[in-house]
């Protein structure tokens, strides 16, 4: 039987080589450049007639990244792969999932319709699902989207003296109350209310029952780091231990890691969706788990 082919497009070699070993898969090389106009230039290096290829691409700053994948998942149509799949850790355009202005795009949904139409199936990591029950309601192909939720509770439990798990918002209250269990800690979730894309407000309560307890902030996204910044400043004022900062996807924009560090974080981690410094939560065997379930279940139109 032809091992599947897993293609990373530039910038995910890493957990390319990872991922490859766990899925016993060969990996496979493609050329990606730029033309001096700026044009995409993309060759594969190699053969993928006949054989089921996933690419791996993750979605951070998707704008510079997304036509290279389209046109790779398009040229591997089009040397006769079995089919196409793609394995994105961190897949972006999932926050404008309604209009909530007169006129807005709801680019979630026409990214959702872009991608579905260029490839048979896709694996990811904790998309942003606020007010979404599943990718399906978007995405017209098999998909699965693994918790990393598990993982994290693995690295609080092992790394972190008398937690107490710190949600940013209401919407966060499943998944942190999960992690919480898991980890066999005490968890509460904060009120956020958001002035726009970088200005954010939160309520705290007293906190005068956890002075013993190590606050460990979740979120699923660090993009700014705005919110974990507030609720560093607060915990400070509270007379709180130095908080960990603990994120499914770091994005870290603006110079965010610099900010949590003066801000008070005693450490900033992050499962390893997104190449950073801060990785120290492996989601390779989860992503190899979901790969083989949904690559199965992916047949070409």
């Known amino acids: 039987m032809t091992r599947q082919l897993l293609v990373p497009l530039p910038g995910n070699d890493r957990l390319a080589d990872r991922l490859a070993d766990a899925l016993g898969a060969d990996i496979g090389r493609i050329a990606v450049r730029r033309f001096p106009d700026g044009e995409t230039y993309l060759r594969y290096e190699t053969p993928i007639n006949g054989r089921s290829i996933a690419l791996l691409c993750t979605l951070d700053h998707p704008d510079n990244k997304f036509l290279p994948l389209a ?7 089009d040397l006769h792969a079995a089919t196409v799949g793609l394995v994105s850790p961190y897949l972006a355009y999932m926050r404008q999932d309604r209009r909530f202005q007169a006129g807005e795009a709801v680019t979630s949904t026409y990214f959702a319709r872009i ?10 990591v904790d998309p942003h699902l606020h007010r979404r029950s599943s990718l399906a ?8 989207a693994i918790h990393a939720a598990p993982l994290i509770s693995d690295w609080v439990r092992g790394n972190v003296t008398a937690p107490l798990l710190i949600g940013p918002d209401t919407e966060s209250e499943q998944w942190v ?6 980890a066999g800690a005490p968890h509460m979730v904060l009120e956020k209310v958001r002035h726009g894309d970088r200005t954010v407000e939160i309520s705290f309560p007293d906190m005068g029952r956890w002075r013993g307890h190590t606050p460990v902030l979740i979120d699923d996204i660090v993009s700014t780091g705005r919110t974990m910044i507030e609720a560093i400043g607060h915990l400070r004022r509270e007379g709180m231990r130095p908080p960990v900062c603990v994120a499914a996807h770091g994005i870290f924009a603006e110079g965010a890691l610099e900010r949590l560090v003066e801000a ?4 900033v981690v992050t ?30 139109s």
């Open 115 to 124: 991608l579905s139409s260029q490839i048979d199936w896709m694996v990811t």
């Open 71 to 77: 046109f790779a998942a398009a040229a591997a149509r």
């Open 137 to 144: 309601e978007i995405y017209n192909i098999p998909t699965a």
């Open 264 to 267: 008070g974080a005693a450490r």
């Open 271 to 300: 499962t390893n969706t997104i190449p950073h410094p801060t990785n120290a939560i492996d989601v390779t065997t989860l992503l190899a788990e979901s790969v083989r379930v949904v690559a199965k279940s992916a047949v070409r």
């Open 177 to 182: 109350s999960r992690t919480a269990h898991d």
